[in-house]
């Protein structure tokens, strides 16, 4: 009765929790294998995310988390505890099942990345995907930066430098590199640093997405910015996350899980917050 | 003992449309597409689609969600793109696959309601699902769920303009769901589904807010089954025409107790959305109770309930 069908395309899967690590204050990075890591390779483009479903009941929804990475057969989620589900997955352990979905939401649009430069913009948990990203831009030969913000501590700076051309952080606290946000460090050092690109690429928090969308217009820099709502379902059932998109000369009720969470920031309509 | 040999038969008959097992998806929760690529839709009882209305409505802004201790709240307004769109690309999609659609119809007026009837009654929809509830529009819906006098006008009308077996869908926010159930039937109805949701609301006491845009939402999930259980298990005594139940269903045994309750079909919904796989799942596990339980049909389940409940 149950045929597998061509358009089956999505699963559950339940992988096996390699490691946990705490890499600073509430933020953590989860690696996990499977045998199912082979079609997530394979499939997974970055800027994706997957629903990570809760072992407690009393906690429904899944939370959805942002594909950091996929390599050496573990994926790599990095999150930060903000209520009872990532304060549940915080708690996992080594050997632990972890429940997960196929990766889920459409990536950032790479279409026009065959060669010149990119320039990416990362917040705080922003940042984890533009390390898969950054990952697949070099690869294709594109000379990546990256400007990471952070409150305080900074996370995957390392990570990011070994895979981008150039990389600056600023921290609002000033403990490391630049003393403001991002926005102000692109304003101020851009020039000097050489942060030139074709194309950039950001996620991070709604006002420094708006603020970069400002620039970027400005500069008329094609800017991907990746969304984020509070989430039902993740995959497109509820429409629970809606974002107001312009588009067609009208403004429309996107779904953040199925549409984004990846758009073009000339569409976002930025509500004042 | 022989029970075991027998095979299991979950055919129901739901208002005259013949469904090959009771398990139907909930309005809102169910995207064809985008369910469909977790399973092969071909295996549910019935495909129950997102209200439509007649004119698209953009719904609510963000935040649309809000989780509560097994719950969740939704204010998602009932966001749908009118239905000529429905007609033009939904319903094709949906004609690829066996289970018969069953259209759910919002509306602000009675007109709406009616006009949107018509429009699929030259359609391939098998039945109509008339969303008389829903508390998380401003703009009409609560009023003709909560007032029989209203739930008996809508039913009327829409019966008078569809040929198709109307189910008529009740709010729980009610002080007696039975009284609105023997209005609709009065009409006309060819049966009903409830429970809608519950309203509620969620504030973030950290940053003293109301959570949800919209101020108040719908409350679903395993948090509001024992409520729903009970209406359903009333509005059955109440009414001769056949019931669709739903509220919180998450496993084969929550189908099982709506079943006995004397649903003749039930709905998952918000289950869906913790799992996309949901309503497959639950399918399995109602034919697993039922194996365990040595049921060989729906009607044998219900029978074993009425006789020991004083039926």
Redesign the interface.
């Known amino acids: 009765?149950?045929?597998d069908?061509e358009?089956?395309?999505?699963?559950?899967v339940t992988g096996r929790m390699a490691s946990q690590e705490r890499l600073t204050g509430d933020v953590y990075r989860i690696r996990i294998e499977g045998d199912f890591l082979e079609d997530f390779t394979r499939e997974a483009k970055p800027g994706q995310f997957v629903n990570v479903?809760m072992k407690d009941?009393?906690?429904?929804?899944?939370r959805p988390v942002s594909i950091c990475r996929i390599q050496s057969g573990q994926l790599e989620l990095v999150y930060r505890v903000v209520g009872k589900g990532t304060r549940e997955m915080a708690g996992y352990h080594s050997g632990d099942a972890i429940r997960l979905?196929s990766p889920l939401g459409n990536g950032f649009d790479l279409r026009g990345c065959q060669s010149g430069s990119a320039l990416l913009v990362g917040g705080g948990v922003g940042i984890p995907p533009l390390l898969q990203l950054a990952g697949e831009l070099n690869h294709r030969g594109i000379r990546t930066m990256a400007v990471l913000g952070f409150q305080k501590e900074p996370f995957l700076v390392q990570e990011m430098e070994k895979i981008c051309d150039k990389v600056l952080v600023a921290t609002e606290d000033g403990s490391l590199g630049f003393a403001g946000n991002v926005i102000q460090l692109i304003d101020k050092q851009g020039q000097q640093e050489g942060l030139v690109a074709d194309q950039v690429f950001s996620c991070g928090p709604k006002p420094m997405l708006k603020a970069l969308a400002d620039l970027c217009r400005e500069r008329e820099l094609p800017l991907q910015v990746s969304l984020e709502?509070?989430?039902?379902?993740g995959?497109?059932?509820?429409?629970?996350?809606?974002?107001?998109i312009k588009r067609d000369g009208k403004i429309?009720?996107k779904a953040v899980c199925?549409d984004g969470p990846v758009f073009w920031a000339e569409e976002v309509f930025w509500?004042a917050e | 003992m022989q029970n075991k040999n027998r095979e299991l038969d979950l055919t129901v008959d739901l208002a005259g449309i013949w469904l090959k097992n009771p398990i139907t998806t909930a309005s809102g929760t169910f995207s064809p597409r985008d369910s469909g690529k977790f399973y092969d839709l071909n295996q549910l009882g019935a495909m129950i689609t997102k209200g439509i209305a007649l004119e698209p409505w953009e719904g609510n802004p963000s935040p649309r969600i809000a989780e509560t201790y097994g719950g969740m709240l939704n204010a998602v307004g009932l966001q749908n793109p009118g239905v000529e769109a429905y007609i033009r690309e939904e319903l094709p999609y949906l004609e690829q696959f066996a289970p018969p659609v069953i259209a759910n119809v919002v509306g602000r007026t009675v007109e709406d309601y009616c006009r949107v009837a018509e429009a699929l009654d030259d359609t391939s929809v098998a039945m109509l699902e008339v969303n008389i509830s829903c508390p998380n529009v401003k703009a009409g819906g609560i009023g003709f769920g909560t007032e029989p006098a209203m739930a008996a006008l809508v039913t009327r009308e829409v019966k008078r303009i569809s040929s198709k077996p109307v189910l008529i869908k009740l709010s729980p926010n009610v002080t007696d769901i039975t009284e609105i159930a023997r209005a609709v039937e009065s009409e006309g109805a060819d049966g009903i589904s409830l429970i809608n949701t519950l309203l509620g609301m969620s504030i973030d006491a950290r940053r003293a807010k109301i959570l949800l845009a919209n101020g108040t939402g719908g409350l679903s999930g395993p948090a509001i089954k024992p409520v729903a259980l009970r209406m359903v298990y009333q509005v059955c005594q109440a009414v001769q025409i056949p019931v669709l139940g739903l509220g919180g269903i998450s496993t084969g045994e929550d189908a099982a107790e709506f079943l006995m309750a004397g649903a003749s079909a039930i709905s998952v919904g918000t289950a869906a959305l913790v799992n996309p796989l949901a309503p497959v799942e639950i399918l399995q596990e109602l034919k697993e109770f039922m194996m365990e339980m040595e049921y060989r049909t729906i009607a044998e389940m219900r029978q074993a309930f009425q006789e020991r409940n004083n039926g």
């Open positions: 009765m149950c045929r069908r358009w089956i395309e999505k699963s559950l479903y009941k009393s906690t429904l929804l899944p979905s709502e509070r989430m039902g379902c995959y497109g059932a509820c429409v629970g996350c809606a974002v107001d429309q009720r199925k509500h």
